[in-house]
């Protein structure tokens, strides 16, 4: 899916009340049974588009404003089993980057279309010549949509990457990094690309207690330089729970927040934040805040003993789900409580899923989210918890979890209260001060609505188009406020 939204920046005030009245409009629905994947690209000239691979074909779909279908029209890839790897679209045109094949090469190629699917550019974007095995390529664009990283990784340590501006259609750079001690299923912990094409790899190295003298995060960036700038940013205090890092683009910076933890990774016990320049010879800026009881309590929320009589010993089973960067520098961490747990039972039958003659089904568990606000200095601004619950089994999750909708005077957090044909929707609306609503959005009852809000896409500041699936189904939900 592609995961088109608005600027990754949030302006804390406290502005007005966000609730207001929504207008739901559902789409004509499609099938989808044979298709490969789908991704939204938005509004472009009064219609919403629609890039379907749909295997051996590939085409537009657009819809008006009240969401009906009004053309379709197939777009001619080249012909040796071309293999989409994204598709990146702005308010007036798209781009199809895809591999295929010609000559006994393989190649990396570039289509720009106009809002009405003509073909406006083709470039090919890389010849990797003739190689033994096709180039595993992850495609990484950059907040503004302007460019385009693709980079593979080799015998999990030799990363290979190629900077493309999408405006201009050619390639910036490529570049190769080899790391000596790196696996990548162990250490590597994020990667990222910035407005100006550049590439960051985030690598982790001995998060271990019996290490923890020499706990750091090791970055690289790359570019057309020879050798990639390195820094070590130490984490010598305390063990990593959980992180995620972003670049700051307004700021010129790298951020990350995450969970801590003191005696065992098991347990997170506190939020961190680190704030530092690839550029600068200052020290990265690093401050830990440890739970209180209150947040803690409040997040496990388990009917258990009170926190006078329990003592604390933290968190599990949460991940850190995204970092909001605010336009001061600070950051808001969103985090999300998730288990899945796999269990099997006997049918009397042989079965390939266990060698005990039955089956394995997977329960997922999506419960409550929490918000943690960072001022740029490292102080804690406020932590919210926020509470929902959702479980569904054996659908790899696709329905569960929530979408961050941003605006300039809130964010809006949007979720299924179930995972069900016949339930609600609900969101959240958060104010820069911490303050908080629950609001009801939509029912989804004789609707034959399944709604996928980690595949959502945010259009405007007040609209938000996301997928539903059902029964090989297609439909777009425009939510407007």
């Known amino acids: 899916m592609l995961q088109k939204i608005l600027p990754l920046l949030f302006l804390f005030c406290c502005a007005g009340n966000s609730a207001r009245a929504q207008v739901i409009t559902v789409s004509d629905d499609l099938t989808v049974r044979n298709d490969l994947g789908y991704y939204i690209l938005g509004e472009m000239k009064g219609s919403l588009l629609l890039f379907r691979d749909r295997t051996t074909t590939f085409e537009i779909q657009a819809f008006n404003e009240k969401m009906r279908a009004t053309w379709t029209k197939e777009i001619e890839l080249d012909k040796r089993r071309p293999q989409v790897i994204d598709v990146v679209a702005d308010e007036e045109s ?93 250490d590597l912990r994020e990667i990222l690309t910035d407005n100006a094409g550049n590439f960051y790899i985030i690598y982790e190295r001995d998060n271990r207690k019996s290490q923890l003298e020499n706990h750091r995060f090791e970055l690289y960036r790359m570019n057309s330089a020879a050798v990639p700038v390195g820094k070590a940013v ?112 006997g049918n009397g039958t042989s079965s390939v899923n266990s060698a005990f003659g039955g089956r394995y089904i997977t329960d997922h568990y999506y419960d409550d989210m929490f918000l ?32 961050l909708a941003k605006t300039p005077t809130a964010l809006r957090l949007l979720f299924n209260d179930e995972i069900a044909y016949e339930n609600t929707v609900s969101e959240y609306v958060v104010k820069g001060s911490g303050t908080f609503t629950r609001n009801s959005v939509m029912s989804t009852e004789n609707q034959k609505l399944r709604l996928r809000f980690r595949e959502a896409l945010q259009i405007a500041a007040n609209e938000v188009i996301v997928p539903s699936e059902s029964r090989n189904r297609l439909k777009l939900v425009r939510v407007r406020y």
């Open 372 to 403: 943690a606000s960072i001022h740029p200095t490292g102080d804690l601004h406020w932590v919210d918890v926020l509470h929902k619950k959702q479980y569904s089994q054996d659908d790899d999750a696709i329905f569960s979890s929530y979408f």
């Open 94 to 186: 798209f781009c199809v980057f895809y591999q295929f094949k010609r000559d006994g090469n393989t190649l990396l190629k570039a289509h720009k279309y106009d809002a009405a699917a003509n073909l406006i550019d083709s470039v090919v974007v890389k010849d990797f010549g003739s190689v033994f095995y096709t180039p595993d390529l992850e495609a990484l664009p950059s907040e503004d949509k302007n460019k385009i990283v693709f980079y593979e990784i080799e015998d999990q340590k030799d990363v290979k990457a190629y900077s493309f501006d999408i405006k201009k259609m050619k390639l910036l750079w490529e570049n190769e990094y080899e790391s000596k001690e790196s696996a990548r299923s162990r």
């Open 234 to 345: 130490p984490m010598t205090e305390y063990l990593r729970y959980d992180v995620r890092f972003e670049y700051d683009n307004l700021n010129k910076k790298l951020v990350a927040g995450g969970l801590y933890a003191e005696d065992s990774p098991a347990w997170a016990t506190g939020f961190f934040y680190v704030n530092f320049s690839m550029d600068s010879e200052a020290e990265p800026q690093i401050t830990y805040h440890p739970f209180d009881d209150d947040f803690v309590f409040n997040l496990l929320d388990k009917g258990e003993k009170s926190p006078k009589k329990r003592k604390n010993k933290g968190i599990s089973e949460t991940d850190i789900q995204e970092i909001v960067l605010r336009r001061d520098g600070g950051i808001l961490i969103i985090g999300e409580q998730n288990r899945h747990l796999d269990r099997g039972y």
